[in-house]
Structures are given as structure tokens and as C-alpha cells.
């Protein structure tokens, strides 16, 4: 049987426990008490709608029935593809309640990236908006359905179109009146989430965050932000991002009882009108979108001056970049965020001084996160040094959901997380990231797969062999390069190559932004593809 959730060991756990960090108490827990403290006041709202904590409560209660009569259970996994929306919120409580566990995918995955979300998670259903940003969701889920037969829901925000079976979202709540729900369906050592990991090897990872220790990242995250009641989160990035969500993002704003906003584009115009507008204190962007706020900040007339925190992660921010944002934003903070799906979160502190707010991304938010510096050998560098960063701590999953052999590679025997970043810790123990030695390219935050995206190109007939390499680039921060060897004759090019990706249903950011033909593949004296050499024709 694989395994879903890697525990941590029985010392660890009531470690956490006595500490504090785990409470015990589970999310639908979390809302009632929320609704408690702070019922009238505005919970979330978007360009339609707007929703107190109580309302939210109602409103998932009812969606949590209207599951529960189509015939989801407790443990059940659901795909989750939405925008940001209010109905995001009310349907992940609504899920949580019932014990199903949401699946987090990304709005540009395609058929490649749902089919196996779905497959590798067992998914019994799927929740989509019915078109977004010019793309029928519709088509996509049926595509997938066809394939995944274990799919058995799929639920349209919007209008779901003609297709057989599929049910609108609004629909959910009439279709539970009558139902009465068990009373708790879940507990706080459980899986609550499963996020989406970035990525090293072939098909992407899930990572299961239980209640416990989610819920303990986006409160430590908040209290490092200061959030409070009078606190306004603007959602500028996807919501369904561990970082938009929970770093402390939409969960770690409401735990503070504060409201969050939830911004439809992360256009810097549009999003200064809900700064002013909603008084908004604190939003995070990554560092792709740095530029174009930078720019729109000198020239805005929209009133700033609510903002306290101007949180940016992802990938790394360039030190010169992090110092116009100090600037241009005052009296706005400046707060770096190194974060990872996977658990670990680093945050720069709102009182740190200049230098440290440009140089560095942050340091760990608990005291109880582990840090390892350490060499190939996995001993510890000296101080100051670069190596590549191990953790484990009180958030930081233990293992991969149902990947027994990636998770012997990826994590030390005694439990560390082998992040595959490398980092330098300075005295004050904060970390300046410095490379990588994984096999990812990070694309303005977006990561990529290298082998994953081969796989894919291997694939095309006019290819004998291929390499995904990131090349450093000023907007994105790094773009990826395909170095193609041609099976016979001329190689395809770019453009054949992103329509051949296209249609084998590929999330369009993996496609290379340049394709390199090459005669041969450099080899390491292992017989591996050089990827080093290759990088470096590319510096
Ligand atoms: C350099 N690399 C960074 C940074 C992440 C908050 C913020 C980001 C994520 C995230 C997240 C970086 N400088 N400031 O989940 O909660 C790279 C590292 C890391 C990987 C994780 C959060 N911030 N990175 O980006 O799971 O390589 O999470 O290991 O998508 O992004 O990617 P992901």
C-alpha cells in the first residue's frame, strides 16, 4: 500500500504539541471559533461578492451538505482548479468540513498535469470555473474524465455547459437541505491539504499537510506579519499557491481576523484602485512582477498609503531590484519570502535593518524549524559558507504523498527535508539564496521540471535527445533553454515544439521559451547529460 502522510515520530509530534504549535484542533474547528470572535466583520470579498466570517461559515455549511448528498466522504480527494474567487474559500471549508481533502492545482494545468493529479491522488472529483482567462474549463474536464474513471464529480463555478453530470457549484447548496453532516469528520493529525510540490523528476509530487501543521504555518506566518483585526490581505498571485494561501496569505489573515481581498490579475493599475479602495495592508507579488509595480508606483495617484507590508518570494529577488522596492514603497516594508510548498517558510523581519531587508530572504518563522547547511557529503559547511539546505520542523512534511522511492532520495534518515537549494546563513541567521542543485528551472516563480518537460519532447519523433537548462534572464529571472539533438536531419523548432507540447495538454509556462540544436550531448565521465557545460554556453 503506499503511503499517503509520512508521520512524524511519536518525540517530535508531542515536542510540537507541548510547544503549543500543534493544538489539536482541525479546520472547520478553526472557522467556528473564528466565527465566534469575530462573526459580522468582513471576511472575504472579490469583485462580485462580499462575505463575513459568518456567511462564510453558513455558506460552506451548506456546500458542505450538498457534498455530502452527492456522495463525498470523509478522506475523499477533490481536485481544485479555481480562481480567485470567494467561492474558492467556501468551497475549501465546505471540503474540509466533510473531512474530503482538497487537491490544489494551478490555473494553467492542463490535461497532462490533471490527469495524473487526478490519477496519482485518486481523485474522485474535479471543481473548475467554466471558462477563465479565455479557456474553456469545461472541454479540459471532460477530456480528463474520459481518461480517469475514478472522477466521478466534477463541479462548474459558473455555468456548466451540456455536458452529462456536470454540476453547477450553486446548485450544491439546494442539493443539501435536509442533510445532516457527521459531526466531526476529520482529525487534526490528518492530511487537510495536498499542495503541489515544484518539482525535480519526472511527473509532479503532492505534498499532504495536515491540519495540525498547516494550520501552524499560517498562524507563526502571521504573528511574524503583525496581522491583526484591522489587517487587510490583497491576493494579488493565484490563491490556490501555498504562498498566496497560507504564507500567511488568505488562512493566515482570517486566523488574525483580519479580511482578505481577492485581486482577479495581478496588474499593478488594477491592483493600486483595490490598495486604495479596500485600505489594503499587506499583498505579496514575486519578483517577475517587481519591475512593472516599481514602474507603476512612480507614476500611480492612487492613495498607497494604507500598505505596510509588500511581501516578495518565490524566486530570488535581485538585491538592486529589492532595494528601489524599499524605497519607492516607503513607508510600505519591504519583506522577502523564501517559502516552499513543502513546508519551511522564511520571512524577512518587518524591523530588520536595510541591509538585511535587500540581501537577504528571510529567516525561518519558528524557532523550532531545523536548519542544515551542509556539502555533497551531507556534512555541515563552516559558517557563512554555501551549501545546500536540509529542514525538518513542526510544518515540514516527512515524506511525499504516495511516493515511497522519491521520498528515500529526498530526505536524510533522520528526517530532514533535502530542499535542494543552495543557501548561505549569515549571522543573524537569516538565508541569502544562492543556487540550486536541483533539477528545476524557475520561471518568474514558476517552476519547471527539467525532466518532466524532456519526457515530453523525447517524444517527438524528430528528437534524439534533449536537455532542459535554465538561462539567466532579467524579467523572469531565469528562462528555459531545450538544447535538442535532431534524430535525422533538420530539428523542429520552437514554435513545433510548443504546439507539439499544446496538444499533449501541457501547462503552456513549461513550454522552452529557445530551443538550441546541438550535434551531440555533452556527457559527464558518468555518461549523464552535462547540464553544467551546457549552462554554461548559455552564461
Ligand atoms: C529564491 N528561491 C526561492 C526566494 C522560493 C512562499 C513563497 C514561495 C513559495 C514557493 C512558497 C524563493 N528566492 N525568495 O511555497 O509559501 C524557490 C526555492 C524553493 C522553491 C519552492 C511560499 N522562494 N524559492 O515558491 O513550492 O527553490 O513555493 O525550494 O513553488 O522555490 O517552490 P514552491
Known amino acids: ?50 462575505l463575513s466570517f459568518r456567511e462564510l461559515d453558513e455558506q460552506s455549511a451548506a456546500v458542505a451538505r450538498g457534498l455530502h448528498a452527492l456522495g463525498i466522504r470523509a478522506g475523499e480527494r477533490i481536485l481544485v482548479q479555481l480562481p480567485n474567487r470567494a467561492e474558492f474559500l467556501v468551497l475549501w471549508f465546505a471540503l474540509v468540513r466533510i473531512g474530503a481533502v482538497p487537491v490544489h492545482t494551478q490555473p494553467g494545468h492542463r490535461r497532462s498535469e490533471i490527469t495524473h493529479l487526478a490519477e496519482l491522488s485518486g481523485a474522485s472529483g474535479y471543481v473548475i470555473p467554466d471558462r477563465h482567462d479565455r479557456f474553456d ?23 456548466p455547459g451540456g455536458e ?17 453532516l457527521p459531526e466531526r469528520a476529520a482529525n487534526a493529525g490528518e492530511i487537510a491539504v495536498l499542495l503541489l510540490s515544484g518539482g525535480t523528476t519526472g511527473k509532479p509530487k503532492l ?26 490581505y490583497l491576493a494579488t498571485l493565484p490563491i490556490s499557491f501555498n504562498y498566496t494561501w497560507n504564507c500567511p496569505g488568505v488562512l493566515g489573515t482570517l486566523g488574525a481576523g483580519g479580511t482578505v481581498v481577492l485581486a482577479g490579475n495581478p496588474d499593478p493599475g488594477y491592483c493600486f484602485e483595490l490598495i486604495e479602495r479596500h485600505r ?44 528601489q522596492v524599499i524605497e519607492r514603497f516607503e513607508p510600505a516594508v519591504l519583506q522577502q519570502v523564501f517559502g516552499m510548498a513543502e513546508g519551511l517558510l522564511n520571512l524577512t523581519r518587518l524591523g530588520d535593518d536595510r541591509e538585511t531587508l535587500a540581501t537577504t530572504q528571510g529567516k525561518p518563522i519558528s524557532v523550532a524549524d531545523e536548519i542544515r547547511v551542509v556539502d555533497p557529503e551531507d556534512n555541515e559547511v563552516a ?16 515524506g511525499y504523498y504516495r511516493a515511497e522511492e522519491h521520498n528515500a532520495k529526498n530526505f536524510t534518515p533522520d528526517g530532514f527535508y533535502r530542499t535542494g537549494d543552495l543557501v548561505r546563513r549569515t549571522e543573524s541567521g537569516h538565508l541569502i539564496v544562492v ?48 538544447f535538442v539533438v535532431a534524430q535525422h536531419g533538420d530539428a523542429p523548432n520552437r514554435l513545433e515544439l510548443t504546439k507539439f507540447l499544446e496538444q ?36
Open 1 to 50: 500500500m503506499p503511503v499517503d502522510l509520512t508521520e512524524w515520530p511519536s518525540d517530535a509530534a508531542e515536542g510540537y504539541r507541548a510547544a503549543g504549535y500543534w493544538t489539536g484542533a482541525t479546520y472547520p474547528e478553526f472557522l467556528a471559533e473564528l466565527v465566534q470572535r469575530h462573526g459580522e466583520r468582513t471576511a472575504v470579498l472579490d469583485d462580485r461578492m462580499r
Open 280 to 323: 489594503v495592508t499587506i499583498t505579496a507579488i514575486n519578483p517577475q512582477l517587481a519591475p512593472v509595480w516599481l514602474d507603476e508606483v512612480e507614476h500611480t495617484s492612487a492613495d498607497l498609503s494604507s500598505l505596510r507590508v509588500l511581501q516578495i518570494g518565490s524566486a530570488r529577488l535581485a538585491d538592486d531590484t529589492a532595494r
Open 383 to 398: 559558517a557563512g559558507e554555501p551549501g545546500e539546505l536540509l529542514t525538518r520542523g513542526p510544518y515540514t512534511l516527512r
Open 504 to 539: 499533449r495538454g501541457i501547462a503552456a509556462y513549461k513550454a522552452p521559451d529557445r530551443v538550441e540544436h546541438i550535434e551531440t550531448m555533452p556527457l559527464t565521465p558518468l555518461g549523464k547529460m552535462d547540464k553544467k557545460a551546457l549552462a554554461e554556453r548559455l552564461a
Open 435 to 482: 543556487g540550486r542543485v536541483k533539477d528545476q528551472i524557475n520561471r518568474g516563480g514558476e517552476k519547471i521540471a527539467a525532466t518532466e518537460v524532456e519526457g515530453h519532447l523525447l517524444a517527438h519523433p524528430g528528437i534524439r535527445s534533449v536537455a532542459l537548462v535554465g538561462a539567466p534572464d532579467t524579467d523572469l529571472g531565469e528562462r528555459s533553454v531545450a
Open 164 to 180: 452529462p453530470g456536470f454540476i453547477a457549484f450553486s446548485e450544491l447548496a439546494g442539493l443539501g437541505a435536509g442533510t445532516v
Open 137 to 159: 474549463h469545461r472541454r479540459l474536464a471532460a477530456e480528463v474524465r474520459a481518461e480517469c474513471p475514478a472522477l466521478r464529480h466534477v463541479i462548474v463555478l459558473g455555468d
Open 207 to 232: 505534498i499532504p499537510r495536515t491540519h495540525d501543521d498547516y494550520r501552524y504555518n499560517g498562524v507563526a506566518a502571521a504573528a511574524v506579519c503583525e496581522l491583526g483585526e484591522d489587517s487587510v
